[in-house]
């Protein structure tokens, strides 16, 4: 019946006589005849391997990518360049098959990795300690904000409205569902309302979560921020691009308790939308409310450098009801992929990639608001992204832009209708002069 299946008729025959019918077709004796599929699947007819692989050529040549088209979106997912030793290390069989260390006296390559980028990650945020197993950056804030409310034992987090939109949705969908409240707080000017900020928190605050750079691309003042948080008792958890923190400051400088982020630029391909992999580090007074697993150094029996998880805060392995969440994905190839990432960029690797974006967002920038068509919405420090206000609709600019070969940028007016017509433009590394004057040129009309 099934060609694909490699038993014989024998086999088939000999398995039905074990159970003590006659057909395959009593095997599904219990479905009524009225609602049984009675003719074959509207499908095409089978295809050799050859054919199957230019069938798939095909319909993938529809596609188009970054590698295809200049890309200048960003909004949360970023074109970096990825050194390409990163693929010839993570797809080694050891480390891409491998799955979550139960036990450490065979997964020491694994937990190795881990410690690493642990540590790695540490160093960026300057805060003590860091975590596996976060999905993603959005998840990642989730589940500080859950830190917050059981460290502190109240029931409310403020989040700023310049943080990212869709970490703000995975926000309100945890946070629901435990009956806890979830505050958004105005933005005034592209950055977090202080004065609004001040009349919302209270003895109910767990946390206040800010992103710096935030959605709209601003490097918040997190001055302020800090003092009303810390005031009040409450925790401030910063979501943060790990790219910006070679040259701006670092969480732990500022004083955040807990930094969390998306590491998908750290090495990590774009992916069409993941698999991702979110980072989280906290104060050494949080680590035991630190979600997922924590990799920590020891020695064995014989004195050499060796490697355990150390705290295990999952249902899985402690009381269920003394359990910090019940987030379990490893992510560790992609952890493993920003801990390559990092080492080989090294310090100057990863300033001169911060540095770069940052000067080539400021170019582009420049040249683009000369332009008749549009005009600045924000005067506020930026690191690699910004807003300008178009004379026309995102979408139809983007539209032009894509004849060009250009992936344009986001647009804003989606997650906050107050923003008419603006749009969000990414610039990294990646982007030459001679692609900026192309982005500039193709907005401006011309041909």
Same mark, same amino acid.
């Given at each position: 019946m099934f060609p694909y299946i490699p038993n014989t008729l024998e086999d *088939? %025959?000999?398995m039905l006589k074990s159970i003590g019918i006659e057909s395959v077709e009593e095997l599904f004796s219990?479905?009524?005849d009225d609602v049984r599929f009675k003719r074959e699947l509207n499908i095409n007819s089978p295809m050799s391997e050859l054919e199957v692989q230019k069938q @798939?050529? &095909?319909l993938s040549n529809k596609n188009k990518g970054t590698e295809d088209l200049v890309c200048f979106l960003g909004a949360g997912v970023y074109d970096h360049y990825i050194p390409s030793i990163i693929k010839h290390i993570v797809s080694r069989s050891e480390f891409y098959t491998a799955y979550t260390p139960y036990q450490p006296e065979i997964s020491q390559g694994t937990l190795q990795a881990i410690f690493e980028y642990q540590s790695l990650?540490?160093? +960026?945020? $300057? +805060?003590?300690v860091a975590n596996a197993s976060m999905y993603d950056g959005a998840t990642a804030c989730a589940e500080a904000a859950l830190m917050a409310t059981e460290h502190t034992k109240r029931t409310a987090v403020i989040v700023s409205k310049t943080v990212h939109p869709e970490i703000r949705k995975v926000l309100a969908t945890y946070l629901g569902f435990k009956d806890l409240e979830l505050i958004e707080v105005d933005e005034k000017d592209g950055v977090t309302d202080i004065s609004k900020l001040k009349e919302l928190v209270d003895s109910k605050t767990a946390g206040v979560i800010v992103q710096s750079p935030n959605f709209f691309g601003i490097i918040e003042d997190m001055t302020e921020v800090e003092k009303i948080a810390h005031d009040n008792k409450s925790l401030l958890i910063m979501s943060v691009d790990p790219i910006s923190l070679a040259i701006l400051k670092t969480p732990g400088e500022i004083g955040a308790d807990i930094a969390v982020g998306e590491g998908q630029s750290l090495g990590n391909a774009m992916n069409f939308g993941g698999p991702?992999? $979110?980072f989280m580090t906290a104060t050494t007074k949080l680590m035991r409310k630190v979600p997922g697993r924590i990799v920590g150094q020891t020695e064995d029996v014989d004195g050499k450098r060796a490697f355990v998880l150390t705290l295990q805060a999952r249902e899985q392995h402690i009381r269920r009801e003394k359990a910090t969440s019940n987030i379990c994905s490893n992510q560790a190839l992609n952890a493993l992929t920003a #801990?390559?990432? +990092? &080492? &080989? @960029? $090294? %310090?100057?690797g990863l300033k001169e990639v911060a540095t770069q974006s940052m000067q080539k967002a400021h170019y582009a920038y420049? *040249?683009?608001i000369k332009l008749e068509k549009y005009k600045e919405v924000f005067h506020k420090p930026f690191f690699k992204e910004f807003v300008v206000q178009c004379d026309e609709s995102v979408s139809q600019i983007n539209d032009k832009l894509l004849e060009s070969n250009i992936i344009g940028g986001y647009e804003v007016e989606k997650n906050y209708p107050d923003h008419k017509n603006e749009l969000l433009i990414c610039v990294t590394e990646k982007r030459t002069k001679s692609e900026i004057h192309q +982005?500039?040129? #193709? @907005?401006e009309g011309k041909k």
């Amino acid at each position: 019946m099934f060609p694909y299946i490699p038993n014989t008729l024998e086999d *088939e %025959k000999l398995m039905l006589k074990s159970i003590g019918i006659e057909s395959v077709e009593e095997l599904f004796s219990d479905i009524p005849d009225d609602v049984r599929f009675k003719r074959e699947l509207n499908i095409n007819s089978p295809m050799s391997e050859l054919e199957v692989q230019k069938q @798939m050529k &095909t319909l993938s040549n529809k596609n188009k990518g970054t590698e295809d088209l200049v890309c200048f979106l960003g909004a949360g997912v970023y074109d970096h360049y990825i050194p390409s030793i990163i693929k010839h290390i993570v797809s080694r069989s050891e480390f891409y098959t491998a799955y979550t260390p139960y036990q450490p006296e065979i997964s020491q390559g694994t937990l190795q990795a881990i410690f690493e980028y642990q540590s790695l990650i540490c160093n +960026l945020t $300057g +805060l003590d300690v860091a975590n596996a197993s976060m999905y993603d950056g959005a998840t990642a804030c989730a589940e500080a904000a859950l830190m917050a409310t059981e460290h502190t034992k109240r029931t409310a987090v403020i989040v700023s409205k310049t943080v990212h939109p869709e970490i703000r949705k995975v926000l309100a969908t945890y946070l629901g569902f435990k009956d806890l409240e979830l505050i958004e707080v105005d933005e005034k000017d592209g950055v977090t309302d202080i004065s609004k900020l001040k009349e919302l928190v209270d003895s109910k605050t767990a946390g206040v979560i800010v992103q710096s750079p935030n959605f709209f691309g601003i490097i918040e003042d997190m001055t302020e921020v800090e003092k009303i948080a810390h005031d009040n008792k409450s925790l401030l958890i910063m979501s943060v691009d790990p790219i910006s923190l070679a040259i701006l400051k670092t969480p732990g400088e500022i004083g955040a308790d807990i930094a969390v982020g998306e590491g998908q630029s750290l090495g990590n391909a774009m992916n069409f939308g993941g698999p991702y992999l $979110g980072f989280m580090t906290a104060t050494t007074k949080l680590m035991r409310k630190v979600p997922g697993r924590i990799v920590g150094q020891t020695e064995d029996v014989d004195g050499k450098r060796a490697f355990v998880l150390t705290l295990q805060a999952r249902e899985q392995h402690i009381r269920r009801e003394k359990a910090t969440s019940n987030i379990c994905s490893n992510q560790a190839l992609n952890a493993l992929t920003a #801990a390559i990432y +990092l &080492t &080989t @960029m $090294g %310090k100057q690797g990863l300033k001169e990639v911060a540095t770069q974006s940052m000067q080539k967002a400021h170019y582009a920038y420049k *040249e683009i608001i000369k332009l008749e068509k549009y005009k600045e919405v924000f005067h506020k420090p930026f690191f690699k992204e910004f807003v300008v206000q178009c004379d026309e609709s995102v979408s139809q600019i983007n539209d032009k832009l894509l004849e060009s070969n250009i992936i344009g940028g986001y647009e804003v007016e989606k997650n906050y209708p107050d923003h008419k017509n603006e749009l969000l433009i990414c610039v990294t590394e990646k982007r030459t002069k001679s692609e900026i004057h192309q +982005l500039i040129t #193709a @907005m401006e009309g011309k041909k």
